[in-house]
């Protein structure tokens, strides 16, 4: 079976001519031209394919594309001059980069879904990413400077009119 | 990348489900179950998992329940996943089974049907249901049945051709009983077992249920028996149930048999300590 499929990507839609058995990372990466969700292990344990779907991180290597129909995806071109962007940048999270744009999206996501996340959260949520040129530490740096930073917005005192 | 390809269908509702496999399998389609589809897509790409057909069951209503009522029974579907199983606190005893199992990223994929019905040996989430003498809600052609956990999952999920999973149900008594878990892994943070062991203690006795010890999860009435027997010392009943184990232990890059009976009479100590289940 192929079918014309139409998804809902970083709040555009986009429509594709898939296999049902197309994963949505090879939709993403070979029919759509977004190539930011990286190809690693194709096996659930690397999270280089991390992408959103509404709002929670999900391995797009493991989902099939005719599964996110209806879904509000979001990859990495859809997180542009976002905190965690310029956190990772600014704390060097990153050596190759192979495995940034997995983590952003996780870290993303975290921060939105938890942003009182404590150390045990965070690091329940990043160790589903793997880093082979172990950038673990400055990661970690970078996350906690964007809770860090959000925590500081939320007690600024709103100005009254 | 899948090397086949396959028509998806996406019923929503039971019988529409297994009409539809009843029809594909008389194509010749040799249709399977979908849920959250984590391990058709990786085994897939091994050419381990083959199929022309997938009958994604999550539009189901039925497998999307997550209910409890004072006094009453738990009902959780079979295509939730294991971070909506945990985030619930609908039963304490399953979300911690849960959310031990893969990384936070894949529990928000994996479904508690797809992990009680996977050909990975481990299944852990079925350690509650089998400590907690569940009953399994299966659906097929000839209609709903309900089953005792212990009569359907005897080693891995025993379903007839053209059967799935629609819930689990579990007696709202188990929601506030002590209970201990354990999942000790070789190394990593996130890995298969090396074993995990879940204890229950009901009234004053302890059960016992082990993933990763042996090539598929279970509970020992016999292990359990020693472990009781509290007319001995813990370290005997300890020794003892070793001895019950009721299938050869796997020995494996994760771990050697001699290294996994290490582990187990450590963790056996703990459970039964945390669960009071030794003599002062
Ligand atoms: C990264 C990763 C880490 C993992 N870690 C662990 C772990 O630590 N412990 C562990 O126990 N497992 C682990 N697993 C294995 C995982 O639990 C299984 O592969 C599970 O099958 C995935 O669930 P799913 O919902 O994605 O299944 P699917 O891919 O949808 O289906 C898997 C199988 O179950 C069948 N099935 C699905 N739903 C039903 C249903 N409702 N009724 C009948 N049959 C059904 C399908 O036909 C198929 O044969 C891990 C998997 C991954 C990808
Ligand atoms: S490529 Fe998807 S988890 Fe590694
Ligand atoms: S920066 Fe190279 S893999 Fe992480």
């Given at each position: 079976m192929i079918?014309?499929?139409t998804l809902d990507i970083n709040g555009e839609q986009w429509v594709a001519t898939v296999r049902m058995a197309d994963t949505l990372l090879d939709v993403l990466r070979e029919k759509l031209d977004l190539t930011g969700a990286k190809r690693g292990c194709e096996n659930g344990d690397?999270?280089?394919?991390?992408?959103?779907?509404?709002?929670?991180?999900?391995?797009s290597c493991m989902m099939l594309a005719v599964d996110a129909i209806g879904k509000k995806l979001t990859t990495i071109e859809g997180l542009q001059d976002t905190p965690m962007q310029h956190a990772f940048v600014e704390k060097?999270?990153?050596?190759?980069?192979?495995?940034?744009?997995g983590f952003i999206m996780n870290a993303h996501a975290l921060v939105n879904q938890h942003p009182d996340a404590t150390d045990e959260i965070m690091e329940e949520w990043l160790s589903s990413n793997i880093c082979r040129c172990t950038s673990y530490q400055e990661i970690r740096e970078a996350v906690k400077s964007v809770l860090k930073e959000q925590r500081f917005d939320r007690k600024r005192p709103r100005n009254r009119r | 990348m899948l090397h086949f390809n396959f028509d998806y269908y996406r019923p929503s509702s039971i019988d529409e489900a297994v009409e539809l496999f009843d029809k594909l399998d008389q194509d010749g389609k040799k249709p399977i179950y979908l849920s959250g589809g984590t391990e058709i897509t990786t085994l897939g790409r091994l050419n381990q998992v083959f199929t022309k057909a997938v009958i994604d069951v999550k539009g189901i209503p039925e497998c999307n329940v997550l209910d409890y009522k004072q006094d009453s029974v738990v009902v959780v579907g079979a295509a939730l996943t294991l971070t909506q199983v945990w985030e619930s606190k609908i039963l304490p005893l399953?979300?911690?089974?849960?959310?031990?199992?893969?990384?936070?990223?894949?529990?928000?994929q994996i479904t508690l049907g797809g992990n009680l019905a996977s050909e990975i040996i481990y299944r852990e989430a079925v350690l509650p249901l089998l400590l907690s003498n569940s009953t399994f809600v299966v659906a097929g052609i000839e209609g709903i049945r309900q089953l005792s956990v212990h009569k359907i999952?005897?080693?891995?999920?025993?379903?007839?051709?053209?059967?799935?999973?629609?819930?689990?149900?579990?007696?709202?008594?188990?929601?506030?009983?002590?209970f201990y878990i354990e999942k000790k892994r070789k190394s990593e943070r996130v890995d298969y077992p090396l074993i995990t062991l879940e204890a229950l203690k009901v009234d004053r006795s302890i059960r016992l249920a082990i993933s990763g010890l042996c090539a598929f999860p279970f509970r020992s009435y016999e292990m359990e028996k020693?472990?009781?027997?509290?007319?001995?010392s813990i370290e005997e009943r300890i020794d003892r149930a070793i001895l019950r184990i009721p299938a050869p232990v796997i020995s494996d890059i994760r771990g050697s048999r001699e290294y996994r009976i290490f582990v187990l009479r450590n963790t056996l100590l703990d459970a039964l300590i945390y669960l009071g289940g030794v003599r002062a």
């Open positions: 079918e014309k499929l690397c999270g280089s394919c991390t992408v959103l779907a509404d709002g929670l991180p999900v391995k060097w999270a990153f050596q190759c980069g192979y495995c940034t744009s | 399953l979300g911690e089974a849960c959310v031990r199992i893969g990384d936070r990223t894949s529990r928000n999952f005897k080693e891995k999920l025993r379903l007839k051709r053209g059967e799935f999973l629609v819930q689990i149900k579990v007696d709202g008594k188990y929601r506030k009983m002590p020693e472990l009781n027997n509290t007319d001995i």
